[in-house]
DNA sequence: CGTGATTTTGAGTAGCATCAAGGCCTGTGG
DNA sequence: CCACAGGCCTTGATGCTACTCAAAATCACG
């Protein structure tokens, strides 16, 4: 399933340029669907997210797709084991972001103090990738899905009232590909939760969740 | 499944003192079920392992235990998103240890470029999580119990001729959560595996690989 | 040798994937 | 402005995988 579609593949429209020397800590924009790296890339550089939500993604040698995690502002993205990428990163939405330099992780560098923030940064991805698995783990469809809308909840949404809504600007594949679930499957699970008043939808992306603590507990899996 | 029975609680019997001051490099030995850190506990040392296996789990809520990885001789253990430990580790088996001091992840230790390995360390194991994720996502039982054997092959096999063997000091229900299966679902695959002639079993825990080759191809799940 | 824990095997079932249509939104051209 | 085409999303029917419940077999230990 979710075999690489041409469809797919439309995605990247602009590959950032690694090459820009000076290391600005201002953040830049980009534009939905940019590449801000990719699996074999060198890891030139670290990327705080400021505003948009990013997709990390890896392939399977049969060309199966599995979205590892999302990138939220606040988060860092871009650690690799070595000097090289193993994922593939890409903007779901128009964002914003800081360049960091990578070498501080790698190299031999004598400020690596005032860069704390990078190796906490790694950290919390494993934390995040531990949640993650955890929930793969064991829970059934329905609960992964209160999960997703939970984070993105969480990570993206706004207050409206006792509800909290948000936009989501991907298809349901990435959704399926993260969940390790089918689009059919994350499709029935929501028409499920919004006839148990859990959720309501409207525009296919645009989300309310109407009981965020019940989802929450869902999420929870079992407890 | 796979609430803790008192059974399961019997483990603990030493808990290593995290007092020790001096910052001994000299690696030191744990007897089996040792624990070496429990979730909540402050981060006091990273755990380098020079011999023998860790099992790291997290608890829900529920009581139910996820084995989130292993521990191998080379890797470093006990990476927290902050000064606390999120996670249970014990060794499976007698093993060494040398312990690290963690405060260069998280102070303003000035000399934290000594300590490179350590951060090289936490994104070594994003990298293992994130592998474990996709597992988890999209593979069959059968496709993870061959992934399971593939890892200790590598990481704790001796050889055999073409074969590898080891010793597996882990109850059934270890793996089962550690690749989100039922103690059923293992003990059923492994048969399975052992009727195909792909792996041979003594004494429950002494396991020979007879083509690991193969093993690592039903490991990578498609492709 | 007996007791309790662990592992294996079996039967039945629930949940999710797969295959296959059908409906909805978007964008394009007449 | 309307008709049409191509994605994306949803819904339905069916089958398979792995979980659950249950019991037998093996192992560990006193």
């Known amino acids: 399933m979710n075999m690489l579609s041409p469809a797919r593949l439309k995605a ?18 980009v534009q939905a669907e940019t590449n801000l790296f990719r699996d074999g890339d060198i890891c030139s550089g670290l990327f705080e997210v400021v505003s948009g939500v990013f997709r990390i993604s890896r392939l399977t040698r049969g060309g199966r797709r599995y979205v590892i995690g999302f990138g939220f502002p606040g988060d860092i993205l871009g650690y690799g084991p070595d000097r090289f990428h193993i994922s593939d990163c890409d903007a779901v939405s128009a964002a914003k972001v800081i360049r960091h330099r990578a070498d501080v992780l790698y190299g031999d560098s004598a400020q690596l103090q005032r860069h704390q923030t990078l190796v906490k940064g790694a950290l919390q991805q494993v934390e995040a990738m531990q949640d993650h698995c955890m929930m793969l783990g064991r829970n059934t469809a329905r609960d992964r899905i209160a999960a997703f809308l939970s984070l993105f909840g969480e990570r993206i949404g706004t207050p409206l009232g006792r509800y909290v809504e948000f936009d989501l600007l991907m298809p349901r594949t990435d959704i399926a590909d993260y969940l390790g679930l089918s689009t059919e499957t994350v499709s029935r699970c929501l028409t499920e939760l919004r006839h148990d008043n859990l959720i309501a939808i409207e525009n296919v992306h645009h989300f309310v969740l109407l009981q965020p603590q019940h989802l929450e507990e869902l999420a929870e899996g079992d407890g």
């Open 12 to 29: 990247h429209p602009v590959s950032i340029a690694p090459s820009d020397k000076k290391r600005t800590l201002l953040p830049y924009c």
